[in-house]
């Protein structure tokens, strides 16, 4: 599978922006999908996730309320629509696929995915 994330930005704090992730040599709707975002200096940290079929999603407190996780499984893309945006989201974010078909629950941990797309700036000003 091969992801390629997309969407990122500079916008103001209180922004919103929508990231994109298009996947490509694989059988898409299979896997659970996930956004994860590393800023400088940090470890890379789970920000959402939506299982294969979409039905469940999983948001980090951090961005609980403020951020949408969805999938379009005709076209083989994962979103993510980030609104309210903060200073502290300013991070690299990086979709990712599940390395299990059709796990029954949403993965939140790095070790669970093992598809990650390059990654796409998001810097959001104060």
């Known amino acids: 599978v091969q992801l390629q994330a997309s969407g990122g930005g500079l916008v103001q704090a209180g922004g919103s922006l929508r990231l994109s992730c298009a996947a490509s040599?694989?059988?898409?709707?299979?896997?659970?999908m996930g956004w994860f975002r590393q800023a400088p200096g940090k470890e890379r940290e789970f920000v959402a996730g939506i299982s294969w079929s979409g039905w469940s999603v999983y948001y980090a407190d951090s961005v609980k309320g403020r951020f949408t996780i969805s999938r379009d499984n005709a076209k083989n893309t994962v979103y993510l629509q980030m609104n309210s945006l903060k200073p502290e989201d300013t991070a690299v974010y990086y979709c990712a696929a599940d390395r299990v078909v059709r796990r029954m629950v949403v993965a939140d941990t790095t070790i669970q995915y093992n598809y990650w797309g390059q990654g796409t700036l998001v810097t959001v000003s104060s």
């Open positions: 040599g694989g059988t898409f709707s299979n896997y659970g």
